[in-house]
C-alpha cells in the first residue's frame, strides 16, 4: 500500500529517498523545504534507510520525545537543553509516518514512563495526535503522566518571523511539556 516518509536529518533524506525510488509501492516522500539549508553528515556511497522503520536518535531513561521531519532538530536542541538540567531524553523519529512503526516508541514509553510528542502540525487530526493516542493506547499501563502534544497553535501560519516562531514548537516549549510530564513544573 500507500507509504508516507518524512526524513529529519540530511543522511535519513538520503537513505529514505533512494529506499523510496526502489519500493514496489507508491510512496509520498514529505521534505520540509525549510530543511534545504540543514547541515548534516552523509555518507559516501550507496545506502538505504529500510521504509516503516523508527529510529531512536538519542538515547534516555528519563522521557521519550517523539519527533519527525523538522520538528526533529527541535526535539534534539530541547533534548541537549534537559541534559543540562540533569534530565536525559530518549529521542525517537517515526521517519515513516504510514505505516507507522510504533512499536521503538512504546518500548521507550515503556522505559521512561513519560511522553512528548512534537509535531508542526495543528494539533486536531495531526499525525502527533495519531502517535499521542497509540502511546494512551498500547502503554498506558507504563504512563506516570498524560501524554504531551507539543504542536503548531490552532491559527493559521503566519508570514512573519515574530509570529512565526510565537506559532510553532521551539526547544523551549517542548522543554516545559517535559518539566510538565516530570512534574517539574
Not at 69 to 77: D, E, F, I, R, Y
Not at 85 to 114: C, F, H, W, Y
Not at 119 to 136: H, L, Q
Request: hydrophobic share 40%; glycine share 6%.
Amino acid at each position: 500500500g500507500l507509504k508516507v516518509v518524512m526524513p529529519g536529518t540530511p543522511k535519513d533524506a538520503k537513505g529514505l529517498l533512494k529506499s523510496s525510488i526502489r519500493d514496489d509501492n507508491p510512496v509520498i516522500f514529505i521534505e520540509s523545504e525549510v530543511m534545504y539549508g540543514v547541515k548534516g553528515e552523509v555518507p559516501q556511497g550507496e545506502y538505504l534507510i529500510p521504509l516503516g522503520k523508527s529510529d531512536v536518535k538519542r538515547v534516555g531513561k528519563d522521557v521519550t520525545i517523539v519527533a519527525y521531519s523538522k520538528m526533529l532538530g527541535v526535539a534534539l536542541k530541547a533534548s541537549e537543553i534537559l541534559a543540562n538540567e540533569g534530565i536525559e531524553a530518549e529521542v525517537v523519529d517515526p521517519m515513516t509516518i504510514r505505516p507507522l512503526d510504533d512499536e521503538p516508541i512504546i518500548r521507550s514509553v515503556q522505559k521512561t514512563n513519560r511522553c512528548v510528542v512534537v509535531t508542526e502540525s495543528w494539533p486536531f487530526a495531526s499525525v502527533g495526535s495519531e502517535i499521542a493516542y497509540r502511546v494512551s493506547k498500547k502503554a498506558f499501563d507504563y504512563l506516570d503522566a498524560p501524554v504531551e502534544l507539543v504542536a503548531s497553535e490552532d491559527v493559521p501560519m503566519p508570514y512573519s518571523k515574530t509570529l512565526e516562531h510565537n506559532v510553532l514548537p521551539s526547544p523551549e516549549k517542548v522543554v516545559d511539556a517535559v518539566l510538565r510530564v516530570i512534574y517539574k513544573k
